[in-house]
């Protein structure tokens, strides 16, 4: 089933979430294990040099973790028995990169064993990944305890592709998260691919008397639709969801005020005021946009659920 691979966010439903209860501290493991933040820039930067995809995959992988059950590394765990683990639910079926966390816990149990979450290596690699693709640098609050519940059918809470504005900021405002928070998080799709099935809605069959989504750009919606037709057979067909995908800059926002935006939760940024203003700022400034970012990645990652320090980042204690 073709799914976003880039930063996508997909589905809605709620499931409360615990959030901002347990205090972090970027200083958590300072005394505990001080080569927490060398170890997962490590893993990372290798993972990187062998495949350019891991640092959108990671900041992806971060967000859908947070959206459920707050960042608990619960998209970790591996689907057992009859449970289907929130890894195997259809927004996530394209995650990868887990190798990428499992390394870095692999080099901290044999530095610092028992002390490091998974929730706060996933929290870490996120932000690596930003940084070392040209991004914003910031201290990551650490602190956060792994969960023991993940539920493929709780994916549905993740915001879709295709949600308008108003399923977007009920989306994001459940989780304590603002306009701002939602314009900014959303400029994480500077990184990224996108398989067809995620923006077909806007270049075929688009509403009862238009073919393609008005709101595109034309030469750009018929490019899409010759890498994307109608009744596409090729598995990993998709395109880039900016034009310089490998490189977190403000592109995102510049490609949206002419056209070229992807999903339709993109182009719904544009049908609101509030949002429209933010977008404007952020492409006209990628300084803004950069704090912003690092602003609401720091609110959104402090969402804390779990209960325990995993072992094995895939399997509960």
């Not at 809605?12 to 060398?38: G, Q």
């Not at 959108?56 to 998209?75: K, N, P």
């Not at 900014?184 to 008397?209: K, M, P, V, Y």
């Amino acid at each position: 089933m073709a799914t976003v691979v880039g930063l996508a966010f997909v589905f809605l439903f709620m499931f409360p979430i615990t959030s901002h209860v347990r205090a972090l501290s970027s200083n958590y493991y300072d005394h505990t294990c001080h080569r927490l933040e060398s170890i997962v820039a490590s893993a990372v930067k290798k993972a990187m040099s062998n495949d350019k995809t891991v640092p959108a995959a990671l900041l992806r992988m971060h967000f859908h973790d947070c959206f459920i059950r707050g960042c608990d590394a619960s998209v970790l765990l591996n689907s057992k028995g009859k449970n289907k683990a929130e890894k195997d639910g259809p927004p996530n079926i394209s995650l990868h990169a887990f190798y990428v966390i499992d390394e870095a816990k692999k080099a901290l149990e044999a530095s610092c064993p028992g002390i490091v979450s998974c929730a706060d290596i996933l929290a870490l690699a996120a932000r690596d990944a930003v940084a070392l693709s040209g991004g914003p640098t910031w201290d990551v609050p650490k602190g956060r305890k792994d969960g023991r519940i993940s539920l493929a059918t709780e994916t549905r809470q993740l915001p879709a592709p295709t949600f308008n504005i108003s399923q977007l900021q009920q989306n994001f405002a459940q989780r304590g998260l603002s306009i701002e928070d939602l314009v900014a998080l959303s400029g994480g799709h500077t990184l990224g691919f996108s398989h067809c099935s995620s923006f077909q809605n806007r270049i075929h069959n688009f509403n009862a008397t238009l073919d393609v989504d008005p709101t595109m750009q034309p030469s750009f919606a018929a490019r899409l639709r010759s890498v994307c037709p109608a009744h596409n057979k090729v598995k990993n067909a998709g395109s880039p969801l900016d034009s310089t995908n490998l490189v977190f800059d403000n592109a995102y926002y510049k490609m949206l005020l002419q056209g070229k935006s992807i999903f339709s939760s993109d182009q719904a940024l544009l049908t609101n005021p509030k949002t429209k203003a933010l977008v404007l700022k952020f492409a006209s400034s990628q300084k803004a946009f950069e704090k912003a970012f690092v602003d609401s990645m720091i609110k959104m990652s402090s969402l804390t659920g779990g209960q325990e320090i995993r072992l094995d980042c895939r399997v509960v204690r």
